[in-house]
T-cell receptor, first 113, second 109 residues
């Protein structure tokens, strides 16, 4: 199993540009989440999903959209990038009803200039 | 609302010294707590969970409901323990994880 994969690993955007961060998991986990990691602020939840077709907002959802059309994929869209979205983004998945251990992807380092 | 606080952003100890990383939480329900670790240039991974009462890589953590704490301890720190450590609390449904701010541990030779 590949586990949780994310693409790209690095990305530089200009203010106002849009892009999609990809996340996929092959463990058939029901729950998936997106976090951003910023120094001194830990990881903050952006959006999460408890199953295909179901998404909900986390702590910091503004400026981001998600969709979950399949169990495997959970892309994160930046609609109009801003310098405040410069961060490292992590995707994670969890098997419902298990130990609730979150499996993380390797992260995407995004810089918005 | 649930909240996790890690009061120390940076912690530096010498090899062989005891280490304690502090974590406090607030949650109205029955908490389920975790410690995650991120080694340099690696993804986050689970270190231990309170419900399993296990010791991983010499680390232990005890849930103290009276003090609402879940401190991580190791009696003799090793250089390979240098990493970022996150305390986290999960909702009863298991769908949302709330992280603390993280503590960067450095173990000096």
């Amino acid at each position: 199993n590949a586990g949780v994969t994310q693409t790209p690993k690095f990305q530089v955007l200009k203010t106002g540009q849009s892009m999609t961060l990809q996340c996929a998991q092959d463990m058939n986990h029901e729950y998936m989440s997106w976090y951003r990691q910023d120094p001194g602020m830990g990881l903050r939840l952006i959006h999460y999903s408890v199953g295909a077709g179901i998404t909900d907002q986390g702590e910091v959802p503004n400026g981001y959209n998600v969709s979950r059309s399949t169990t495997e994929d959970f892309p994160l869209r930046l609609l109009s990038a801003a310098p405040s979205q410069t961060s490292v983004y992590f995707c994670a998945s969890v098997r419902a009803g298990g130990t609730y251990e979150q499996y993380f992807g390797p992260g995407t380092r995004l810089t918005v200039t | 609302a649930q909240r996790v606080t890690q009061p120390e952003k940076l912690l530096s100890v010498f090899k062989g010294a005891p280490v304690e990383l502090k974590c406090n939480y607030s949650y109205s329900g029955s908490p389920e707590l975790f410690w995650y670790v991120q080694y340099s240039r690696q993804r986050l991974q689970l270190l231990l969970r309170h419900i399993s009462r296990e010791s991983i890589k010499g680390f232990t953590a005890d849930l103290n409901k009276g003090e609402t704490s879940f401190h991580l301890k190791k009696p003799f720190a090793q250089e390979e323990d240098s990493a970022m450590y996150y305390c986290a609390l999960i909702t009863t449904s298991g769908s949302r994880l709330t992280f603390g701010e993280g503590t960067q541990l450095t173990v000096n030779p």
